[in-house]
């Protein structure tokens, strides 16, 4: 059976730490594949102000490009609505007859026995997920050991230098009309401009 990686997340926009993980994973864990699954509405961010579905996609495959491993689907975009992350992956894994893990950010992690139907993705689904620089890793460890008893949690912990890289930061500099240099691929930022992406 085929091993596959769903990452959810806004990408508004994909960077390189996004990528950097990605890749990470594939070789770590031998992935067949990751695939990015930007949110359409996500339930954490319900009052943000979002770049459009589209230009999102489009960044996401502007990154990927090259890498036969990474993909894109528009599943929770075109399926517009609040997703919950529990219900999409009981759907993909429908969709795609593979092992279906699921990447997320460090400080979701150690959240995530809060989120919808948490305790669900604990038990059936592993995980994937790095450090990120500025997170408590002392509480995360805890949190983590915790799961791994409660729920015996498939959590996997990837070996990568951290990258000080996030979305947010990259909206400001592009308000700033500061360069993107070493936070996005070269022809993301390159869309972000040519689209006048995080202005205001």
């Given at each position: 059976?085929?091993?596959?990686?769903?990452?959810?997340?806004?990408?508004?926009?994909?960077?390189?730490?996004?990528?950097?993980l990605?890749?990470?994973?594939v070789?770590?864990l031998?992935?067949?594949?990751?695939?990015?699954?930007p949110?359409?509405?996500?339930?954490?961010?319900?009052d943000?102000k979002?770049?459009?579905?589209a230009?999102?996609?489009?960044?996401?495959e502007?990154?990927?490009?090259?890498?036969?491993?990474?993909?894109?689907?528009?599943?929770?975009?075109?399926?517009?609505?609040?997703s919950y992350t529990?219900?999409?992956?009981?759907?993909?894994?429908?969709?795609?007859?593979?092992?279906?893990?699921?990447?997320?950010?460090?400080?979701?992690v150690?959240?995530?026995?809060?989120?919808h139907?948490?305790a669900?993705?604990l038990?059936?689904?592993?995980?994937?997920?790095?450090?990120r620089?500025?997170?408590?890793?002392?509480?995360?460890?805890?949190?983590?050991r915790?799961?791994?008893e409660?729920?015996s949690?498939?959590?996997?912990?990837?070996?990568?230098?951290?990258?000080?890289?996030s979305?947010?930061?990259?909206?400001?500099?592009?308000?700033?009309?500061?360069?993107?240099?070493?936070?996005?691929?070269?022809?993301?930022e390159?869309?972000?401009?040519?689209?006048?992406?995080?202005?205001?």
């Amino acid at each position: 059976m085929s091993k596959i990686a769903i990452f959810g997340g806004t990408f508004d926009p994909i960077h390189l730490a996004h990528i950097r993980l990605a890749e990470t994973a594939v070789d770590e864990l031998y992935l067949d594949k990751v695939i990015f699954m930007p949110n359409a509405v996500s339930p954490f961010k319900l009052d943000a102000k979002i770049s459009s579905g589209a230009d999102r996609c489009n960044m996401i495959e502007l990154a990927i490009q090259g890498n036969p491993q990474l993909e894109l689907t528009r599943y929770e975009i075109e399926k517009q609505g609040i997703s919950y992350t529990y219900e999409t992956l009981i759907e993909l894994s429908r969709i795609y007859s593979s092992r279906l893990y699921f990447i997320l950010g460090y400080d979701s992690v150690v959240a995530i026995d809060k989120w919808h139907r948490g305790a669900n993705i604990l038990r059936e689904f592993p995980l994937i997920t790095a450090l990120r620089p500025g997170t408590e890793n002392e509480i995360g460890k805890n949190k983590i050991r915790e799961y791994r008893e409660l729920y015996s949690a498939e959590i996997h912990i990837l070996h990568m230098p951290p990258i000080d890289c996030s979305s947010s930061a990259i909206r400001e500099a592009c308000r700033a009309g500061n360069p993107l240099t070493g936070l996005v691929d070269e022809k993301v930022e390159e869309y972000i401009i040519a689209n006048e992406l995080y202005k205001d």
